[in-house]
C-alpha cells in the first residue's frame, strides 16, 4: 500500500490533493482526491485487472484478460482467503475466484492453498486438473462443507463402550464423524443437533 498527498497554491487558489494505493488480491487499486478553497472537490478510483460476470454473481482477477486468455472460473462455498495456484488470486466473499494464465489445450493443476482460509471450513479436495480450451472460462468446483467444527464426547446412555470406528450420525443419518481415541470431532451445520453413533456389530 503506498499513500502521496501534495498542496501548492495556485493564483489565488489554494489546493490539497492525495493519492493511494493498494495492490489487492483482485489487482492494484487507486483512489484519489483534491480539495480547493473555492469549495471544489474532486475523486476519482481506478481498478487494473480482469473480471468475469457469472450466474453467482462477479469474480475478480489480479491480472487482464484478454480475448484469447484460457481462465478458471474456481467455486469453493465459503472458503474465503484460500489462494488460488500459483498466481495472487484468492477466493472471495462470494465463494469465487478466478486462476489467470491458463495454458490452453494443455493440462493445468488448480490447486486452493487452505493456510490462508479465513472461515470454518472443510475442503473435500484442494487440488485438481483441467484442460480449457483458448479463450475459454472453465468453471472449476471444489466441494465444501460449511458446518461448525465440533469435538464430542460420545456416552451411550447405558454407559456401555463405544468402539472405535463407530459411525456418528445427524438426525438426518448421515455420517458427520467416526469415533476415535480420546474426543471425536464432527460438522454440525445447525446450532443445536441430535447425534447417535454406529458400530459394526452387536455393542
Known amino acids: 500500500m503506498s499513500a502521496t498527498s501534495s498542496s501548492g497554491n495556485y493564483g489565488n487558489l489554494n489546493q490539497v490533493s492525495g493519492f493511494g494505493s493498494l495492490n489487492s488480491s483482485y489487482g492494484p487499486l487507486g483512489l484519489s482526491a483534491s480539495f480547493g478553497d473555492d469549495n471544489s472537490q474532486q475523486y476519482s478510483a481506478s481498478y487494473s485487472g480482469g473480471m468475469v ?21 474456481v467455486k469453493a462455498s465459503g472458503a474465503q482467503g484460500a489462494g488460488l495456484g500459483y498466481s495472487s488470486s484468492e477466493i472471495g466473499s462470494s465463494g469465487y475466484g478466478i486462476l489467470p494464465y491458463m495454458s490452453a489445450y494443455r493440462e493445468n493443476r488448480v490447486s486452493l ?13 484442494t487440488s485438481t486438473v483441467t484442460v480449457p480450451r483458448s479463450g475459454a472460462v472453465v468453471l472449476v468446483n471444489f466441494e465444501t462443507d460449511e458446518g461448525r467444527s465440533l469435538i464430542l464426547e460420545l456416552l451411550r446412555s447405558d454407559k456401555g463402550f463405544i468402539p472405535l470406528g463407530a459411525d456418528v450420525l445427524n438426525e438426518k443419518n448421515e455420517t458427520v464423524g467416526t469415533r476415535r481415541p480420546g474426543r471425536t470431532g464432527v460438522r454440525a451445520r445447525r446450532r443445536t443437533a441430535r447425534r447417535t453413533s454406529r458400530g459394526v456389530g452387536q455393542w
Open 53 to 73: 460476470l457469472h450466474s453467482g454473481g462477479v469474480a475478480f482477477a489480479p491480472g487482464s484478460i484478454g480475448e484469447t486468455d484460457a481462465v478458471a472460473l
Open 113 to 125: 492453498d487452505i493456510s490462508t482460509l479465513e472461515n470454518d471450513v472443510e475442503i473435500k479436495s
